[in-house]
Nanobody, 123 residues
Framework: QVQLVESGGGLVQAGGSLRLSCAAS????????MGWFRQAPGKEHEFVAA????????RYADSLKGRFTISRDNAKNTVYLQMNSLKPEDTAVYYC????????????????WGQGTQVTVSS
């Protein structure tokens, strides 16, 4: 089992930045590809970004490229999501996910999920 705990969400004005963190515990963190998803009220679960176990492979949702950056620190068992130039439409609950490979994470088939952290962007 892998336990994932997100943090760093909050209220920010449009144009601002936030950095989300996801701390993992349990099985070896470096064995897993990691990702971020989000879900806004009344909308479907949406892929945001994913990173391979060593960080060599990174994927982003096309609409978010250039504003969001995913990274990981295997020594700290933590994955991050740096979000810049935030827009009101980025308002959502952001979830961290861990999966056996990038494909599973990107396709929303991760083995483990966090509880989510709320991000609210005011206009």
């Amino acid at each position: 089992q892998v336990q994932l705990v997100e943090s760093g969400g909050g209220l920010v004005q449009a144009g601002g930045s936030l950095r989300l963190s996801c701390a993992a515990s349990g099985r070896t963190f470096s064995n897993y590809a990691m990702g971020w998803f989000r879900q806004a009220p009344g909308k479907e679960h949406e892929f945001v970004a994913a990173i391979s176990w060593a960080g060599a492979s990174i994927r982003y949702a096309d609409s978010l490229k250039g504003r969001f950056t995913i990274s990981r620190d295997n020594a700290k068992n933590t994955v991050y999501l740096q979000m810049n130039s935030l827009k009101p439409e980025d308002t959502a609950v952001y979830y961290c996910a861990a999966g056996g490979n990038m494909a599973k994470v990107v396709n929303g088939q991760s083995d483990y999920w966090g509880q989510g952290t709320q991000v609210t962007v005011s206009s």
